[in-house]
């Protein structure tokens, strides 16, 4: 493994959770379902609440594209911050949520995720998967550009339980990020994190604009890899988080990503940021 992959990451102890909300009613032709309306206004009151806790680095509310679906992501400076919004602060919130809507699969990542970190989560009754920092690197001293940039984070599953089938999908993805650090210079983040309990992988990139993350799917690592990745895993989910063009959205099509497109909505950074979507 090249030196670049191999470096400690600085994340530090922060948490990070992306996921998606559906609501339980369809709008209609003259507008959103009930249910989507009061998801979207318990989602606000939420990122109010984020405001006003100080280790809360970033809540973001994405809106889905071509789907009534939002889009969630949350950096939490540590476990301790993350247990007691979710146990006190949000308490109410996640109770009203789950009447109104179905969560559908969270990716959360970090460098060691504590067993209360895992229960506190798993009580939401949310579908999660929990990813432990292996390997990867970060571009421009974690400073990319906010306004511009996607944010990619994904999840691949072997085909079956063997270890060895872990090892390979491992090796691929080793093999992407060392291609990609040369090959896509517009790729300033590249992380890959095991999937804790499963035969699994969690992926987060950032991608400094469209354009870039338009070459990765056509002409990069992904056109690369993706066939061989296929013959040992599936991809389980795609969130970007970002504005991303048609064009791209035809071409992870073609390459059958389980994509989810988002829009940013209402969202909060902490001045500064934090390690994890990077500085500011």
Same mark, same amino acid.
């Given at each position: ?31 959103? =379902? ?7 206004? %318990? ?6 609440? =984020? ?41 109410? /919130? ?24 895992? %229960? ?39 085909? =079956? ?12 993805? /080793? ?18 994190? /095991? ?18 993350? /338009? ?29 991303? =063009? ?35």
């Amino acid at each position: 493994m090249p030196a670049y992959l191999s470096q400690p990451t600085k994340i530090g102890e922060e948490i990070s959770i992306t996921g998606k909300w559906v609501p339980k009613g369809k709008g209609g032709l003259f507008g959103k =379902s009930k249910e989507a309306n009061i998801m979207m206004k %318990e989602w606000k009151i939420i990122l109010e609440l =984020s405001k006003n806790e100080p280790a809360i680095l970033s809540t973001e509310i994405n809106l889905g594209v071509g789907e009534d679906a939002i889009l969630i992501h949350q950096v939490f400076s540590n476990a301790e911050t993350l247990i007691h919004f979710f146990t006190t602060t949000a308490k109410e /919130q996640y109770g009203i949520l789950h009447y109104f809507a179905n969560p559908e699969l969270h990716l959360v990542r970090g460098t060691e995720l504590s067993e209360a970190v895992k %229960e506190t989560l798993l009580a939401q009754n949310i579908p999660v998967s929990f990813g432990s920092f292996l390997f990867g690197y970060v571009k421009e001293d974690y400073q990319p550009p906010l306004a511009t940039s996607i944010q990619v984070t994904a999840k691949w599953t072997c085909k =079956s339980n063997d270890p060895k089938q872990l090892e390979a999908q491992k090796h691929w993805w /080793q093999q992407v990020g060392t291609d990609a650090y040369d090959l896509e210079k517009g790729l300033l983040r590249f992380e890959v994190f /095991q999937a804790i309990g499963e035969n699994a992988l969690i992926i987060h990139e950032t991608f400094i604009d469209s354009d870039q993350l /338009q070459f990765h799917l056509a002409k990069g690592t992904a056109d690369r890899y993706k066939k061989r990745l296929d013959k040992i895993s599936v991809p389980d989910k795609y969130f970007f988080r970002g504005s991303v =063009s048609w064009l791209i959205r035809t071409y992870s099509r073609i390459l059958r990503l389980p994509a989810t497109y988002s829009t940013k909505g209402p969202h909060f950074t902490r001045q500064g940021g934090g390690m994890s979507d990077g500085k500011s």
